[in-house]
């Protein structure tokens, strides 16, 4: 999970993920490494171009990986499907949100 999905947070992928790797922060949601199994069923369905398999990662975007392993271990486990934040279509094509996260 990358930066588009910050302040955004459609859930579309929450819903679709066989091994139910998704946890529900405030203001996004992340992947936990340690359960994901690179169905990439989530890159399809997500709106916002949001999440990037790791092998595919450009260098400014690793350190993603290490904070959706960080996170998934502090958000609680996502339930089936999440609601997009309230302004999450304003947000959408916002770029730079990485400092953004509270």
Not at 19 to 46: L, R, S
Request: hydrophobic share 40%.
């Amino acid at each position: 999970m990358t930066e588009n999905c910050i302040k955004c947070r459609y859930g579309d992928c929450t819903s679709v993920c066989p091994v139910h790797a998704f946890h529900v922060g405030p203001e996004f949601v992340v992947i936990n490494p340690a359960v994901c199994v690179n169905c990439t069923t989530c890159v399809i369905v997500c709106p916002v171009g949001a999440i990037v398999p790791e092998y595919d990662l450009t260098p400014d975007q690793k350190y993603f990986a290490a904070m959706n392993a960080k996170l998934a271990r502090v958000y609680p486990q996502a339930s089936g499907s999440v609601e997009p934040l309230p302004d999450a279509d304003e947000w959408a094509l916002v770029a730079n949100k990485a400092g953004m996260l509270t």
